[in-house]
C-alpha cells in the first residue's frame, strides 16, 4: 500500500539536544511538507519541498532544518535553537500531477515531548 | 496574506444531530477548498474538497458547497454518528498550481453522544 509513514510516533528527548524526525513516501509524490500541531492553533508550516534537493522555510522555520537527498525522504531536525520544541509534527506530501494537485496527503504524526 | 476562519468550538452533539462547521476564507484569486479530519492520535485524512465556485463537495454524508459571494465552505452532515468524533480543519491552497500551499483554519473539535 501506499502511504506516508512517520517514525518514531513518540519520542523524548532532553532539553538541548538535537533531534531528527523521519518522514518516507512511497505515492512518488514531488513536493513534501513539515507542519507542526500546537492545541488550538491548527497547523503551521515549518518547511517544505517541491523538488529533490530544494526546499523552503515555511511561517516558522527557525529552529528546525531539513534536507531532501532523495524523492521519499524529507526528515526534519529539531535543534536546540527552538525555544518550544514540544508538539506534535505531520509530514505531508503533494502530487503535482493535474486533478490531485492541490490535495496533500498526511502521514500518522509524531509527538515530540522535551523534558 | 490568505487566511481561514472556523467557528469557536467544541461542539457537543447527540447522535443522529444535524451538524454544521462554519468556515470563511480569505484569498486572491481563485483558491481550491478542503476539509480534513484528524482522528484522535492521528493525522489529517481528507475528508472533501471543491476546486471552483458553486462546486459541491461530498463524502460519507458530509457535504460543503464552495460559496465564492460569501466566501465560505460551511461543514454539514444531516445525521451525526458517533464514530463522527473527531477534530474537523477547513483549509485552501493557493495559488493554486506547482507551488501551492496549504492554509489551515484552527480546527474544531466534535464530540457526538449516544
Known amino acids: 500500500d501506499g502511504g506516508i509513514t512517520q517514525s518514531p510516533k513518540y519520542l523524548f528527548r532532553k532539553e538541548g539536544q538535537n533531534v531528527t524526525l523521519s518522514c518516507e513516501q512511497n505515492?512518488?509524490?514531488?513536493?513534501m511538507y513539515w507542519y507542526r500541531q500546537d492545541p488550538g492553533q491548527g497547523l503551521r508550516l515549518i518547511y517544505y519541498?517541491?523538488?529533490?534537493?530544494?526546499?523552503q522555510k515555511g511561517d516558522i522555520a527557525e529552529g528546525y532544518s531539513v534536507s531532501r537527498e532523495k524523492k521519499e525522504s524529507f526528515p526534519l531536525t529539531v535543534t536546540s535553537a527552538q525555544k518550544n520544541p514540544t508538539a506534535f509534527y505531520l509530514c505531508?506530501?503533494?502530487?503535482?500531477?493535474?486533478?490531485?494537485?492541490?490535495?496533500?496527503?498526511f502521514g500518522p504524526g509524531t509527538r515530540l515531548t522535551v523534558l | 496574506g490568505n487566511s481561514v476562519t472556523q467557528m469557536e468550538g467544541p461542539v457537543t452533539l447527540s447522535e443522529e444531530a444535524f451538524l454544521t462547521i462554519n468556515c470563511t476564507y480569505t484569498?486572491?484569486?481563485?483558491?481550491?477548498l478542503f476539509w480534513y479530519v484528524q482522528y484522535p492520535g492521528e493525522g489529517l485524512q481528507l475528508l472533501l474538497k471543491?476546486?471552483?465556485?458553486?462546486d459541491k463537495g461530498s463524502n460519507k454524508g458530509f457535504e460543503a458547497t464552495y460559496r465564492k459571494e460569501t466566501t465560505s465552505f460551511h461543514l454539514e452532515k444531516g445525521s451525526v454518528q458517533v464514530s463522527d468524533s473527531a477534530v474537523y480543519f477547513c483549509?485552501?491552497?493557493?495559488?493554486?498550481?506547482?507551488?501551492?500551499?496549504?492554509?489551515f483554519g484552527k480546527g474544531i473539535t466534535l464530540s457526538v453522544r449516544p
Open positions: 505515492l512518488n509524490h514531488d513536493a
Open positions: 484569498a486572491t484569486g481563485y483558491p481550491s
Open positions: 471543491a476546486t471552483k465556485a458553486d
Open positions: 519541498s517541491q523538488i529533490v534537493n530544494d526546499f
Open positions: 483549509a485552501l491552497s493557493a495559488p493554486t498550481g506547482a507551488n501551492s500551499k496549504l492554509t
Open positions: 505531508a506530501s503533494r502530487d503535482r500531477g493535474r486533478v490531485t494537485r492541490n490535495e496533500q496527503f
